[in-house]
């Protein structure tokens, strides 16, 4: 089918307002259009305009699309807010409540319970935030505006047919912008090819079954090729020679050559087997964190093909075993927060007047702006809204 052309989003959005009627007839003759595939993809005419029917295009979805936090965050912001000690004492305390289940799940699909634990802990705080968006809206809106149409047409499919077949029950079910839902944050399509009904009920269902949504993503990993008994990787010391180009995640060579170019475990522990392939990560150049990773890094990595996510996996299902996190701090004056250090911001500004809404530790527009004037106020550069450790600890100590 031809693609379908739309104005920018930038004018969609300019002109929502002055003519929602257009608006809605072009986004339902796009439905309408997009239906011979659908049907192609095994969803009948009936569900089609069952569950089209009414659907209005959210706009809002596509400045997304070039705004994910794992591509525009800087990494020790994303790995503070994510790998902090409350997502730590959470997880354990999951580990402690599900420990049968996540033994079971471990069993059966030979993979690490600590990973699946900790995708479940990053993807949606073990359950409880997962995202609000409608699926139906997002994927329909991204399938007819903005780039990567033909993907989230997709996704659009999938989803319509997850609901034809019953494996979805609710029509309104949430997730996030881009059709990621479930406790483990699942895209449609994986769904129908990886989801498990772990709890015997007869429905794979990753929205209300911990089980179901705990052995879905294990059995993901394992599909994505984990290897049992094996750590996805270690946070190294360099040597000195090592040149920043040797670096890259596709860049392997057996454990035994690295050893013999000087690479040692940071914590002074073996590094494996001298055929095992590896690869040097330095996401933030020499200066900061360096990481070998092995086969079940790549398995992690293609949950969300972001180094920072699989970083964030990775550190965090080390941190839940027990490990004492990274020996090498990252390379900057002024490290991220945690969620806890976000709020007693927010409420340090609230305090001095701004009105940013209630203090919840996401960092929005008007939390930025705050930030700014604040930075400004204080004489702190750049004053670029951001809320790191500086700016934190500046306004403690004025208050």
Known sequence: MRSVRFLSPLLLCAGLSQAPASLADEFGSCLARLQPQ?????????????????????LSVLPLLDAQPEFVTPLWDYLAGLVDDQRVADGKAMLAQHGELLDRVARQYQVDKYAVVAVWGVESDFGRIAGKRPLLTSLGTLSCYGRRQAFFQGEFFATLKLLQQGDLRDAGITGSWAGAFGQTQFMPSTYARIAVDFDGDGHRDLVGSVPDALASTANYLSKAGWVPGQPWGFEVKLPASFAESQAGRTKRRSVADWKAMGVQRADGGPLPSGDTRAAILIPTGKAGPAFLVLRNYDAIYSYNAAESYALAISLLSDRLRGGPGLRTPWPTDDPGLSRAQ???????????????GEPDGMIGDNTRRAIQAEQQRLGLQPADGRAGQKIFNAMQAAH
């Open 38 to 58: 659908a049907a192609a993809k095994g969803v009948d005419a009936a569900s089609y305009r069952r569950y089209t029917q009414g659907l209005q295009a959210d």
């Open 342 to 356: 976000r709020k007693e911001l927010q409420k340090l500004l609230l305090a001095r007047g701004y009105a940013i």
